[in-house]
Nanobody
Framework: QVQLVESGGGLVQPGGSLRLSCAVS????????IGWFRQAPGKGREAVSC????????NYADSVKGRFTISRDNAKNTVYLQMNNLKPEDTAFYYC????????????????WGQGIQVTVSS
């Protein structure tokens, strides 16, 4: 059974850091690109970052460039999102998702989704 499980979320003050993890099982991670998405109340699902299956290509939303870093450890079946200098506007429910080999701008091209995890940035 395919599973993607997010962890590492929580409450942090502005300027703080969190590292999200996406633990994958049920499919071969080294053949899949993994994206991070987020959704705030009343807003659509937003692409945050993505890493290709090999790790050689990464993408970031303009709003998080220079602050967030995506990485993967296929041996551990885990993808990470390091979030630094967090801002209140980063508050959202964060999801990881997978698609074969390459990152995509389009949400509906991702085959597998986690249940999501809350990130709240507030003083």
């Amino acid at each position: 059974q395919v599973q993607l499980v997010e962890s590492g979320g929580g409450l942090v003050q502005p300027g703080g850091s969190l590292r999200l993890s996406c633990a994958v099982s049920g499919f071969t991670l080294d053949y899949y690109a993994i994206g991070w998405f987020r959704q705030a109340p009343g807003k659509g699902r937003e692409a945050v970052s993505c890493i290709s299956s090999s790790g050689d290509i990464t993408n970031y939303a303009d709003s998080v460039k220079g602050r967030f870093t995506i990485s993967r450890d296929n041996a551990k079946n885990t993808v990470y999102l390091q979030m630094n200098n967090l801002k209140p506007e980063d508050t959202a429910f964060y999801y990881c998702a997978g698609q074969y080999l390459y990152c995509s701008y389009y949400v509906d091209q991702y085959n597998y989704w986690g249940q999501g995890i809350q990130v709240t940035v507030s003083s």
